[in-house]
C-alpha cells in the first residue's frame, strides 16, 4: 500500500491516546489525522474528510463507541481497542476489523494495521471486479454477481437473493445499485434490483425470476423497463 492510511484514534484515557498514536507513528503506515477524546471534533472530521480505520475505544463518558459506530458504521472500518472483552460480540455487528484488549503491545497492534491493509487489498473494488464484498452476520460474504437473482429492499437493510441463499445485510438501495454494473442489473421498484438475465417470464407488470419468486415492476420504473424490453427484443 503506496499511500499512507489516514486514521483516527479516539480514546477517553491520555495514556492511551499517546501510546496508540506512538504505534500508528512506529508503524509507519498510518497518518494521524486526529488522536484524541473529543467524540464531537471526530463526528466533525468523519463528515468532512476521507478517513480509512478508526481506532475507537467502547467506554466513553459522552457518547459510547458502539453509538459512535453505529452512526458511522457504514463508510468506515473500525478496530475496536478497550479493557472490556465482554463488547466483542457487539462490536463485531459493524464493520469491525479486529478487537484489541488492553493492554495493548506494539506487536499486537501492527498485526491489526496489517490485517486492514491486506483486507483493502484483496477486496478493494476494481474496473474487473466481478462480485460484491458484503459484510452480515459478523461474516464477510463473497457474492458473485453472477450468483444474484435479485435485491430485496427492506428499509435500513437489503436482503440479497441468490439460487441457493439469502443474505441480509444493513445497506440501502440507492447505494448497492451504485456497486453493481448497470448493464446487469435494474431497479424495478423501490423494493427491487433485478439481474436481468436471471428474468424468466415477464406478465405485464409482473416478473418471475429464474428461482420462481415474482417481482412487481413500479409506477415509477415501468416507462424505463418497457423500453428496456424493446431495446432487447422481448
Given at each position: 500500500?503506496?499511500?499512507?492510511?489516514?486514521?483516527?484514534?479516539?480514546?477517553?484515557?491520555?495514556?492511551?491516546?499517546?501510546?496508540?498514536?506512538?504505534?500508528?507513528?512506529?508503524?509507519?503506515?498510518?497518518?494521524?489525522?486526529?488522536?484524541?477524546?473529543?467524540?464531537?471534533e471526530?463526528?466533525?472530521?468523519?463528515?468532512?474528510?476521507?478517513?480509512?480505520?478508526?481506532?475507537?475505544?467502547i467506554?466513553?463518558?459522552?457518547?459510547?463507541?458502539i453509538e459512535?459506530?453505529?452512526?458511522?458504521?457504514?463508510?468506515?472500518?473500525f478496530?475496536?481497542?478497550?479493557?472490556?472483552?465482554?463488547?466483542?460480540?457487539?462490536?463485531?455487528?459493524?464493520?469491525?476489523?479486529?478487537?484489541?484488549?488492553?493492554?495493548?503491545?506494539?506487536?499486537?497492534?501492527?498485526?491489526s494495521v496489517?490485517?486492514?491493509?491486506?483486507?483493502?487489498?484483496?477486496?478493494?473494488?476494481?474496473?474487473?471486479?466481478?462480485y460484491?464484498?458484503?459484510?452480515?452476520?459478523?461474516?464477510?460474504?463473497?457474492?458473485?454477481?453472477?450468483?444474484?437473482?435479485?435485491?430485496?429492499g427492506?428499509?435500513?437493510?437489503?436482503?440479497?437473493?441468490?439460487?441457493?441463499?439469502?443474505?441480509?445485510?444493513?445497506e440501502n438501495?440507492?447505494d448497492?445499485?451504485?456497486?453493481?454494473?448497470?448493464?446487469?442489473?435494474?431497479?424495478?421498484?423501490?423494493?427491487?434490483?433485478?439481474?436481468?438475465?436471471?428474468?424468466?417470464?415477464?406478465?405485464?407488470?409482473?416478473?418471475?425470476?429464474?428461482?420462481m419468486?415474482?417481482?412487481?415492476?413500479?409506477?415509477?420504473?415501468?416507462k424505463?423497463f418497457?423500453?428496456?424490453?424493446?431495446?432487447?427484443?422481448?
Open positions: 500500500m503506496k499511500q499512507k492510511i489516514n486514521c483516527i484514534i479516539l480514546d477517553d484515557e491520555p495514556f492511551a491516546v499517546r501510546l496508540l498514536n506512538d504505534y500508528a507513528l512506529k508503524a509507519g503506515v498510518l497518518h494521524v489525522v486526529y488522536a484524541g477524546s473529543d467524540v464531537y471526530v463526528m466533525k472530521i468523519l463528515r468532512s474528510e476521507n478517513i480509512d480505520l478508526i481506532f475507537i475505544d467506554q466513553m463518558p459522552e457518547l459510547t463507541g459512535m459506530m453505529k452512526m458511522f458504521n457504514k463508510n468506515h472500518n478496530i475496536v481497542t478497550t479493557a472490556y472483552a465482554e463488547y466483542a460480540l457487539e462490536a463485531f455487528d459493524f464493520h469491525v476489523v479486529d478487537f484489541l484488549l488492553k493492554p495493548i503491545i506494539f506487536n499486537r497492534f501492527y498485526q496489517e490485517k486492514f491493509i491486506q483486507w483493502q487489498q484483496a477486496f478493494a473494488p476494481t474496473s474487473q471486479t466481478e460484491l464484498l458484503i459484510r452480515a452476520d459478523r461474516k464477510y460474504y463473497k457474492i458473485a454477481f453472477e450468483e444474484i437473482i435479485y435485491i430485496e427492506l428499509k435500513d437493510y437489503i436482503r440479497i437473493h441468490t439460487a441457493n441463499d439469502k443474505v441480509m445485510m444493513l438501495m440507492k448497492i445499485l451504485e456497486k453493481l454494473p448497470e448493464n446487469r442489473f435494474m431497479r424495478i421498484h423501490r423494493s427491487y434490483i433485478i439481474a436481468t438475465d436471471k428474468i424468466k417470464v415477464i406478465e405485464g407488470n409482473r416478473i418471475q425470476m429464474r428461482n419468486d415474482f417481482v412487481t415492476v413500479g409506477e415509477t420504473y415501468r424505463p418497457s423500453e428496456w424490453i424493446e431495446n432487447n427484443g422481448m
